[in-house]
């Protein structure tokens, strides 16, 4: 319970990080909530890939909606990965490490 509790905390916190500031500072997001929740080493940077995954997954599949995938398909042709899981990908180890980084920290 606590796990599913620091996911969804992890990706409110980092939702509401990215509206504000750049993107990175979802990292500081993720690493804070890391740091709070005080899990295991895994179980923190499992926490933060999953938050910031699905959080960036959800974002970028709005964007494309939004847009109508204008751009999308014109940086599709660019790379031979799926951009979705890419960007998810990205974002969730950058979630993952910070998360992880702060749960570590604490003594």
Known sequence: MRFIIQVVITAIVCFMFQ???PWWTMAIGAFLVGFVFSNTGFKSFLAG???IGLLWLGMALFIDNVTQSILTE???QLFP?????L??????LVGGFAS???SLLKP
């Not at 990965?81 to 899981?85: C, Q, W």
């Not at 960007?87 to 969730?92: A, E, M, P, Q």
Request: net charge positive; hydrophobic share 55%; proline share 0%.
């Open 19 to 21: 509206k504000l500031f």
């Open 49 to 51: 890939f999953l938050a």
């Open 81 to 85: 990965l799926n951009l979705f899981v």
């Open 74 to 76: 014109k940086i599709g």
């Open 87 to 92: 960007t998810s990908l990205v974002g969730g």
């Open 100 to 102: 992880m980084t702060g």
